[in-house]
């Protein structure tokens, strides 16, 4: 290749990488939207296969039963839910803003009830001051019911961007149900990777975000229907909330839902109810939370084969960077991470191995010989060279 030539090829792969990122840039406004419409698009694959198959070949048909299943099963049920719980949303900050909910009472409450050892340990850790944790709980908690109705009433006034958003994924939805497979082969086509680690990464991406989304969320559902279930079951006031919110906590394996229901077992202890404290313990600790040990691993572990302190940290670390989207987000890159370097020592093997075949025809051409395959010097040591 002469210089000309190189310089036109890396001229080319510098505007390939310009018009790439600009690309890229004017699709961050709809990363959300594209991001769901992938993920969708990747869950709902199998059905749209199968709808192919009965259809004779449609796929236009096909796509188009697909999406309309799509939202009425999911699309339709989030948009009733999130409005739900946004009035909730609404109604707990009214009880905190006028002091019909006070959490720093509460806390004041549970600490006067604790044995007087209990208390006198309390001291020692800098906890002795009640008076001073219960208004920063107080505050807190304002402060969060503050934060949560502002969100919600955005949400409420963003309902034009959220419709545009919303068209959005359900169009590139259309088309990446249609379309799917030949895009998946023109993309594959483009990656320069081996055929075998193509196929070994899409497997797994494909694999972490069904057992991703279908597990976490039919782990989240289940626990905060059934959170909410008990909650409406003993009177507590805005069940729906506090479901919605076990249902998003328990997204974190290990903890998740019990950051609510514990807390308001010690409530009821505190309070002289012991048999709703004990109803609310054994329900939350036998059902709540069999429904995590149980469920997730089966739904999620099995088939990312991630460790349950990995699922955890990426779960938290790609809530905390991609928001709502990180749940998803956070394993996925984990799960990649871990394919990429699964795949590393076979990749080195095969790169000594065509090195070792380029010094081969290197001598080659140098010597004007019949072509080798591998010289005994290149060639590595078995069993049999060993005895001899």
């Known amino acids: ?30 990363y959300g939207a594209i991001f769901w419409g992938t993920v969708l698009a990747v869950l709902f694959a199998p059905l749209q296969r199968y ?20 939202i009425l099963i999911v699309i339709i049920p989030v948009i009733f839910v999130t409005g739900a719980l946004v009035q909730e949303m609404v109604l707990v900050y009214n009880r905190l803003h006028t002091g019909e909910l006070d959490i720093g009472g ?16 309390l001291g020692p850790m800098g906890t002795g001051d009640i008076t001073a944790i219960s208004e920063r709980l107080s505050d807190f908690a304002v ?22 958003g919303l068209g959005v994924m359900l169009y590139l939805l259309y088309f990446l149900l249609r379309d799917g497979q030949s895009l998946t ?28 989304v279908k597990g976490n ?9 059934l959170g909410g279930i008990i909650f409406w079951f003993l009177g507590i006031q805005g069940a729906l909330f506090w479901g919605v919110l076990m249902a998003v906590l328990s997204l974190l ?28 313990t054994a329900f939350g600790t036998f059902v709540i939370g069999l429904t995590d040990n149980l469920l997730r691993p089966t739904l999620v572990g099995k088939d990312t084969k991630i460790p349950d302190y990995l699922i955890l940290i990426s779960t938290l670390g790609g809530l905390s960077i ?45 010597h004007k010989k019949q072509p080798p395959t591998l010289s005994q010097a290149d060639t590595p040591p078995t069993e049999t060279t060993t005895k001899r």
């Open 185 to 212: 082969r023109r993309i594959s086509a483009l990656v320069p990777l081996s055929d075998e680690q193509k196929s070994h990464l899409f497997i797994k991406f494909t694999k972490v975000v069904r057992a991703t």
């Open 51 to 70: 709808l192919v198959r009965i259809t004779n070949g449609r796929r236009n048909t096909s796509a188009l039963i697909t999406l309309i299943i799509i």
């Open 253 to 280: 394996p290990a903890v998740g839902a019990s950051l609510i229901w514990a807390p308001v077992a010690i409530y009821f202890v505190s309070e002289g109810n012991y048999v709703d404290a004990i109803i609310l």
């Open 322 to 366: 991609f928001g709502l989207n990180g749940f998803v987000i956070g394993p996925l890159i984990t799960a990649m991470f871990m394919a990429c370097w699964a795949l590393f020592p076979q990749a080195m093997k095969d790169q000594d191995t065509y090195a070792m075949t380029d010094r081969a025809w290197t001598r080659h051409r140098q």
């Open 1 to 30: 290749m002469t210089t000309k030539h190189i310089l036109f090829f890396r001229s080319f792969l510098l505007l390939l990488a310009i018009v790439s990122l600009a690309f890229i840039w004017i699709l961050i406004p709809f």
């Open 106 to 121: 509460y806390f004041e409450q549970i600490v006067d009830k604790l044995p007087p050892a209990i208390k006198g340990m």
């Open 143 to 164: 402060t969060s019911g503050q934060f949560l109705t502002k969100k919600a009433v955005s949400f409420g006034s963003n309902t034009f961007q959220f419709i545009i």
């Open 217 to 225: 969320i039919a782990v989240a559902a289940i626990q905060g229907a």
